[in-house]
């Protein structure tokens, strides 16, 4: 269930993705008083902070990160939102202490490592690995692969370059997400496994499988091409032309001017462009829009499609705010040497038509169970449970 609480599309999303499809009640209840004051990022920061340490005080853990990761969303890089964060992960390890089969883990990586957790199947017949993309700690894909480890898929859910833990740590983005890829295969000593990457992390799940052959089976969730595609998207009409223009002609000047007054919200009613500048100079560690965007420019599909030789699952929302759904087709058409390819749009019929299917992720997990039992030897042909 998708909730129509804040009339700004962007805020209302971010509130959409804590409330659980509808089965988190008590943040449903909370969010409802809440939403007519969330006019603006400032006031948003505020009040999820109150509202975190009122969770906190009651020992609702599991509430109060939601409420801390909300806190922290909207704010520029710095001590402030590293704070936030790590209040996030002091009380979502507090939520998570018993919680039978949960197992955190930390791989090795240039130096430092990579976070996440491990969720061991009883009766274990494939593994997963999966990611988030430009925003998400991995932490919050829980509730979404837990009840995979009942069709017996054993699931190692990892913070990547620029992303949660990983990013607190000092390990900006990387558009190369096959060396993330490699060192967390290699440190499970795994043959095979299934993939999966969601939001940008459609790109990056797509981009290890071209240069990974460990990864047989790849979920883009949804297809994620270009890393400037969802910036671009978020500028008033006529005025991402103008801006890519201006970016490729290496008009630095003109591009900072352009980019600040897209992000004033007098001019540009569409406050996700704002968030995806502050987001993305928060994971990439640059300053200025313009290093910013040469940074993106980077993370880009063009030239290695034909290098997947995988089965490939590729998926998108027929409302997503963020993607041009107009990418399907060009990932389709050049994934010329993958074994097999598939395609899903989900709708809003089904309640899945939001980005990452947030309102109905249930749907989309039980297409990725029915995709992999087909393509998966290791599986059963009939999922041996349904996904509720």
């Known amino acids: 269930m998708y909730f129509d609480l804040v009339a700004d599309r962007g805020m209302n999303y971010t509130l959409n993705r804590a409330l659980g499809d509808g089965a988190a009640t008590s943040r449903i209840e909370r969010a409802r008083v809440l939403a007519p004051k969330l006019t603006d990022f400032d006031a948003w920061s505020e009040i999820w902070l109150a509202e975190a340490r009122r969770a906190e005080q009651r020992e609702q853990w599991l509430d109060a990160a939601h409420y801390y990761h909300n806190a922290e969303f909207y704010l520029p890089a710095g001590e402030v939102r590293n704070g936030l964060y790590d209040d996030f992960q002091r009380v979502f390890a507090k939520g998570m202490e018993g919680v039978g089969g949960y197992e955190r883990i930390e791989v090795p990586y240039e130096g430092n490592s990579l976070p996440g957790y491990r969720l061991t199947a ?5 593994t997963l690995i999966a990611h988030g993309g430009y925003d998400s700690f991995i932490e919050e894909w829980y509730p979404f692969v837990a009840p995979l480890t009942e069709a017996g898929i054993t699931v190692i859910a990892f913070d990547g370059p620029g992303q949660g833990g990983a990013l ?5 983005l990387t558009h190369a997400w096959e060396k993330p890829a490699k060192a967390v295969i290699d440190h499970f000593g795994l043959d095979e496994v299934e993939w999966i990457g969601a939001s940008c992390g459609g790109y990056m799940a797509l981009r290890a499988a071209a240069f990974e052959p460990r990864i047989k089976r790849v979920i883009s969730f949804p297809a994620s091409y270009w890393g400037l595609d969802m910036l671009l998207r978020q500028a008033t009409p006529g005025q991402d032309h103008r801006l890519l223009s201006l970016f490729l002609a290496g008009e630095r000047d003109a591009v900072e001017a352009l980019v600040a007054q897209q992000c004033d919200p007098t001019i540009n009613a569409n406050t996700n462009f704002a968030w995806a500048v502050t987001q993305g100079k928060h994971i990439t560690g640059t300053t200025t829009a313009y290093e910013l965007m040469q940074n993106l420019a980077t993370h880009s599909l063009e030239g290695i499609l034909h290098r997947v030789k995988q ?17 399907l087709q060009r990932v389709i058409s050049e994934l010329a040497c993958a074994r097999t390819v598939s395609a899903r749009v989900f709708t809003a019929r089904e309640g899945a038509e939001q980005h990452c299917q947030v309102g109905g ?3 989309a997990r039980e297409e990725f169970l029915s995709w992999l039992s087909r393509y998966s030897p290791a599986l059963p042909k009939t999922p041996a449970m349904a996904m509720a």
């Open 361 to 363: 992720s249930a749907v």
């Open 122 to 126: 009883r009766l274990e017949r494939a």
């Open 311 to 327: 089965d490939v699952l590729i998926t998108e929302g027929e409302n997503d705010h963020l993607f041009p759904i107009s990418r």
């Open 168 to 172: 607190r740590r000092g390990v900006y």
